[in-house]
Nanobody
Framework: QVQLVESGGGLVQAGGSLRLSCAASGRTFSSYAMGWFRQAPGKEREFVAAISKYGGRTDYGDSVKGRCTISRDNAKNTVYLQMNSLKPEDTAVYYC?????????????????WGQGTQVTVSS
């Protein structure tokens, strides 16, 4: 079992930055690839970014590519999402997720554990 707790969300003006964190507890953190997804009201959950178990590979959704950076610190059992140049359309609840499988990077169904989410609101 893995428990995930996100933090760092909040209200920011367009063009601003936020750094989300996701702290993991339970089984060995480095056994899991990690991802960030987001969901806005009335919309489907959307892939944002993912990172492999030891950080050698990262993937990004088209809507955030070039503006976000995912990273992890296995010694601290934490994954981060640095978001820059934020836009109002980035407003959503952001979820951290852990994936055992090496495949299915962008598919939410392949992730085994989820956090409770943190709200990000970008004002125009």
């Amino acid at each position: 079992q893995v428990q995930l707790v996100e933090s760092g969300g909040g209200l920011v003006q367009a063009g601003g930055s936020l750094r989300l964190s996701c702290a993991a507890s339970g089984r060995t953190f480095s056994s899991y690839a990690m991802g960030w997804f987001r969901q806005a009201p009335g919309k489907e959950r959307e892939f944002v970014a993912a990172i492999s178990k030891y950080g050698g590979r990262t993937d990004y959704g088209d809507s955030v590519k070039g503006r976000c950076t995912i990273s992890r610190d296995n010694a601290k059992n934490t994954v981060y999402l640095q978001m820059n140049s934020l836009k109002p359309e980035d407003t959503a609840v952001y979820y951290c997720a852990a994936r055992w499988s090496p495949t299915g990077v962008t598919t939410s169904l392949t992730y085994n554990y989820w956090g409770q989410g943190t709200q990000v609101t970008v004002s125009s």
